[in-house]
């Protein structure tokens, strides 16, 4: 396969602390799926490297999921690019795959190519919880007025929630960015969104925010501090409503009970 001598000890000693017996049985088939996409030794060994779970993924498996990706639209060059980043890429299953595809699709109306380029930039997407996922569309979308091409130019999920919103809300309780209304006016000139999340701290302070270090560390903790209630509150309400349906079911129950009981001693 084209290994050094102290390359071959690394994938040895790798494969003897993998999980579950079963993975020096198919390691060779792993390694050889990984050689049809075009990667040398070094390559593969960096891959593994960064992701070791790989070793148990079974060849068949690996392979679909290969497959898949180009299917999806990674070509050449760009796959191996993605999959030498992002490794894990190559641990997701090919249906939650899809299933994420459908909902970028469906939910958040990307095209076609669009979903290649969030594959090929942002890998890490697959893997996100899909309701964080939809949040954070819709909160770029309807709250800050974003459409979808300026979102992919900006690699918008690459970013967490918390950085989006810390960042954003920051901006909005200076004055310096406002919701697009109706007609997608606003009363002051909003910044990209390149140019809230693409730079470093101190040039957003500086240049975009017109703020101190000290200012935005304290509303970052205030921020911290007001959406960790506004997660207990949800709760209690969310917990409130289903003790409610329970109250009622029971009532439904109780009710139905001593109406049988009537009819029967009737």
């Not at 003897?16 to 060994?45: C, D, E, Q, Y």
């Not at 439904?252 to 029967?264: A, D, I």
Request: net charge negative; aromatic share 8%; hydrophobic share 30%.
């Amino acid at each position: 396969m084209g290994f050094t001598d102290i390359q071959a000890e690394q994938i040895y000693d790798s494969v003897s602390k993998a999980r579950g017996g079963s993975t020096a049985k198919h390691v060779l088939s792993t390694l050889t799926a990984l050689f049809s996409m075009g990667l040398n030794p070094s390559s593969v060994l960096k891959l593994l490297e960064k992701c070791p779970e790989l070793y148990t993924v079974k060849e068949p498996q690996l392979q679909q999921r290969i497959d898949n990706l180009r299917k999806l639209g990674l070509v050449e060059g760009s796959l191996q690019r993605t999959v030498s980043h992002h490794p894990q890429i190559l641990t997701v299953p090919v249906k939650t795959i899809k299933n994420v595809v459908v909902f970028l699709r469906e939910n958040c109306l990307f095209t076609t190519h669009q979903i290649t380029d969030i594959l090929r930039d942002s890998p890490a997407t697959l893997q996100e919880n899909l309701d964080q996922l939809e949040y954070k569309f819709q909160y770029v979308y309807f709250r800050m007025g974003i459409k979808q091409t300026e979102m992919l130019k900006t690699r918008l999920f690459r970013f967490t929630l918390d950085e989006v919103r810390c960042r954003h809300t920051f901006l909005e309780r200076r004055g310096l960015y406002q919701t697009p209304d109706k007609k997608g006016q606003t009363a002051v000139i909003n910044p990209k969104l390149d140019s809230v999340l693409n730079i470093d701290l101190d040039t957003f302070l500086s240049n975009v925010a017109k703020a101190s270090a000290e200012e935005y560390d304290v509303f970052q903790r205030l921020m911290a501090r007001e959406w960790q209630e506004q997660e207990h509150y949800g709760k209690i309400e969310a917990d409130s409503d289903d003790k409610e349906e329970e109250d009622d079911d029971e009532e439904e129950e109780t009710r139905g009970k001593s109406g049988y009981s009537k009819r029967k001693n009737k």
